[in-house]
């Protein structure tokens, strides 16, 4: 995998930089995103993909692809998740100065 | 947490860039890293020992096929394949190298090229091999058609590397190893050439045995002709060794004793068995033709010529034909040389004298018995008495002066007679001649010397 993972290191990074945006932005982005039911099934199909992955099913240059497609989202989920809290710590400091005074994301949801 | 899945609902947009960033990689990227896969995997596989190694490369996966020596060897290659970083699955395509049996070995040699081909156990021995080949074959095309097989002979490359040089003593011919029975047949290229192939193939490891050899050598030839009228007689060809070489000349000045022997003889092995005791036969032979050629190839006797008169002519053909040694042929093409023209008494007499001056009729040591070397004289001296029929000749022996006088007496009478019968089996009529002897009475030289004695020990043509 650190072959992989050296051989492809410039995508990674791209889409670990596209998913930090989207974290940053995702933050104070209005809207309530995709719903739970939506969301589980997006998760349940990332496990299968993932479980396909691993077990080595599909051959060839499709294999690779599909794990490099895995790698690459994982970069972007981390990149999102780092972005995303990020954002948060800044725009918390900013409401405790009192620089925001008004929430731009309404509250959702308890989650 | 709780805002962690909260914002994790909103990335998905980014989804959309970054498909579009993996469709770019997947492009730009799946045939460098195939590539790369593909030259980590031929350096893995460096010191593995396989043939027709193939590694093909789809995505992370290899298929990699090749015939390996042993199974060890075998499992030790794909274990390296699997080692190699980046690879996701290894298709095991490899198998072990036919095993041949019989396990044979070829080389063909013709005038141009040498082609070996059959089984080999391994690349550094077939590479060996052809090398030794080259080595061997200075100069001459090497076609190396081997292949790989398991199940080779223990010692197969000492085996091989000695026929090898036998193949580089061969002028055509083939060489096949069998297991570890090996067989030959062609032309060697020089004479002696079988005999050192059989000698080289003593050495063969143990366990390993000739099955055949057929090989031939090129003709061992010896030739010889008479010419009467540069009165020469040329002695052409191969002799086994020097001892032999002094011998055949001395018989050949023994029994010429008119010619000048010009020796173009040159030492080779390979004579045949009983060389030298057929050609100083044939020798004899030649002795009495007026003028003819011998030529002794391999174990073969062939005579031309033309014999000074019937009778010698048919005693040649017989004397030749019989007793031969084991293999060996005669063959005579022996013709009559036309009789010369009838003389009166006197110049026979000057041509007796003529003759027994060049040479001298010689008798085993104290005896009566004509030595064979004396038979091409005395038939020149049986033509000299065809052409004056009419005239009676006394045959006189002398004898030096050793020994006792009557006993010398005895000896003399004795040879003369001796000549007087050869004349007469010859086909002269018996009433022709009268024998008497001297014993050592009448010298001619001074009996205390060696060579004076030699000159006394005579037999004396006098014409009446």
């Given amino acids: 995998m650190t072959a992989f993972l050296t051989f492809h290191w410039g995508w990674l990074t791209g889409a670990a930089l596209l998913g930090l945006a989207m974290g940053w932005i995702s933050v104070v982005q209005h809207g309530e995103g995709l719903s739970k039911k939506v969301a589980r099934i997006v998760a349940l199909v990332v496990v299968v993909i993932v479980g396909v992955a691993v077990a080595r099913v599909v051959p060839g240059r499709p294999g690779y692809w599909l794990d490099l497609g895995l790698v690459m989202f994982a970069a972007y989920l981390i990149g999102c998740a780092i972005g995303s809290a990020l954002r948060d710590r800044l725009v918390a400091r900013q409401m405790a100065a009192g620089r925001i005074p008004v929430r731009t994301d309404p509250p959702g949801p308890a989650a | ?192 050439g079988r005999e050192a192939i059989w000698a080289s193939l003593r050495n063969l490891p143990e366990g390993y045995s000739v099955a055949a050899n057929d090989i031939a050598a090129p003709p061992y030839v010896f030739q010889a002709n008479k010419d009467p009228v540069g009165g020469t007689l040329t002695l052409s060809g191969y002799v086994p060794d020097n001892k032999v070489h002094a011998a055949l000349v001395a018989a050949a000045e023994r029994k010429f004793f008119g010619e000048k022997v010009t020796d173009n003889l040159k030492a080779s092995i390979g004579a045949p068995k009983g060389f030298a005791e057929m050609v100083t036969r044939a020798l004899g032979a030649l002795s009495r033709l007026s003028t003819g050629s011998l030529e002794v190839a391999d174990r073969e006797v062939k005579l031309s010529g033309d014999a000074l008169f019937d009778g010698a002519a048919n005693q040649i053909r017989q004397s030749l034909a019989k007793d031969l040694p084991e293999g060996w042929k005669a063959k005579t093409e022996i013709s009559v040389k036309p009789a010369a023209a009838p003389v009166d008494a006197s110049v026979c007499q000057r041509l007796f004298s003529e003759v027994l001056g060049q040479g001298r009729i010689r008798f085993e040591s104290g005896s009566a018995t004509i030595n064979a070397d004396s038979a091409g004289l005395l038939d020149r001296l049986a033509e000299i008495a065809l052409r004056c029929p009419a005239a009676g000749i006394e045959i006189i022996g002398h004898t030096d002066g050793d020994g006792d006088a009557a006993a010398n007496q005895a000896l003399s009478e004795a040879r003369a007679k001796a000549v007087a019968d050869y004349l007469v089996k010859a086909g002269l009529p018996a009433d022709r001649f009268k024998t008497s002897g001297q014993g050592s009475s009448v010298p001619v030289a001074d009996n205390s010397t060696e060579e004076g004695k030699a000159k006394n020990r005579r037999i004396d043509f006098l014409v009446r």
């Fill in chain 2, 1 to 192: 947490m709780r805002g962690l899945f909260r914002w994790s609902r909103k990335w998905w947009p980014g989804l959309i860039p970054l498909a579009v960033l993996w469709g770019l990689a997947a492009w730009y990227e799946t045939v460098p890293m195939e590539q790369n896969l593909a030259a980590a995997t031929a350096a893995a596989l460096k010191n593995d020992v396989l043939d027709k190694t193939r590694i093909d490369v789809a995505g992370r996966d290899v298929t990699f096929s090749a015939d390996a020596f042993s199974e060890e060897g075998r499992r030790s290659a794909v274990t390296s394949v699997e080692g190699v970083p980046g690879v996701r699955l290894v298709n095991d395509r490899t198998r072990l190298v036919p095993e041949a049996k019989p396990y044979v070995w070829t080389a063909q040699r013709d005038v141009v090229r040498v082609t070996l081909s059959g089984s080999t156990p391994l690349p550094a021995i077939k590479a060996r091999l052809a090398d030794a080949a080259k080595a061997a074959l200075n100069g001459v095309e090497v076609v190396d058609h081997t292949g790989f097989a398991r199940g080779a002979p223990s010692r197969f490359d000492a085996a091989v590397l000695l026929l090898i040089e036998q193949v580089a003593r061969l002028k055509e011919g083939k060489v096949t190893l069998s297991d570890k029975a090996v067989s030959l047949s062609g032309m060697a290229r020089e004479l002696g």
